[in-house]
Each structure stands twice: as C-alpha cells, then as structure tokens.
C-alpha cells in the first residue's frame, strides 16, 4: 500500500508558474513510475507528466515545453515534483498524484491548480 500527499496548488496568473509536490510513503519499493495528471471541468483525466524508477521521463501533450518532472528518493519517501512554468487559463484543473507498481496504481486526493487572467 502506498499514500500519496500532494501539495502546492493555488491560485497562479497566467504565464506564471507552479510547482507541485507529491509524496510517497508505504510499500515505496514496490513503485516501477510516479506521475502527474490533471482533469479539468467536463473532460477526462489526462496525463501531464510521468518519471519512472529509472528517471526515464514522459510527457503529455498538453504541458509539453512547459513543465518539469522530477524525483527525490529518501530512506523511507519518494518525493515527485512538478514544475510549471508559462502557465494558461486552460490549465486550471485538479491535478492528481500517481504511483504505480505490477500490480497496483494508487492516487492521491488531488490539488486544485487555478489559473486567472
């Protein structure tokens, strides 16, 4: 079992940036990639960014140029960050925290990200 805490979200103007936090903490050894994914209003759920064990990295179209994943890995915590930068109206979205492992993919409760002009 893996619990994800994400921090970070709030209220940006447009064009600035954000940077998001994710922490890990349980069975962290099991997790293969960790990744970030937004859902705005009406749409579905959509990859932003994913980094694997290896900090092998991918990145959704629709962030692409503009944000940054990255990975801290302590003794017993796995911290993922996201950097957002020349950020638009359009990515205002819940954006969620994700682990995966074989067998199981855990989610955490969210963060509102909201973007004004």
């Known amino acids: 079992q893996v619990q994800l805490v994400e921090s970070g979200g709030g209220l940006v103007q447009a064009g600035g940036s954000l940077r998001l936090s994710c922490a890990a903490s349980?069975?962290?050894?099991?997790?293969?990639?960790m990744g970030w994914f937004r859902q705005a209003p009406g749409k579905e759920r959509e990859l932003v960014a994913s980094?694997?064990?290896?900090?092998?990295?991918?990145?959704g179209v629709s962030l692409k140029g503009r944000v940054t994943i990255s990975r801290d890995n302590a003794a017993n915590t796995i911290t993922v960050y996201l950097q957002m930068n020349s950020l638009k109206l359009e990515d205002t979205a819940v954006y969620y925290c994700?682990?995966?492992?074989?067998?199981?993919?855990?989610w955490g409760k969210g963060t509102l990200v909201t973007v004004s002009s």
């Open positions: 994700n682990a995966a492992s074989s067998i199981y993919a855990s």
């Open positions: 980094i694997t064990r290896d900090g092998n990295t991918h990145y």
């Open positions: 349980g069975s962290i050894g099991s997790i293969t990639a």
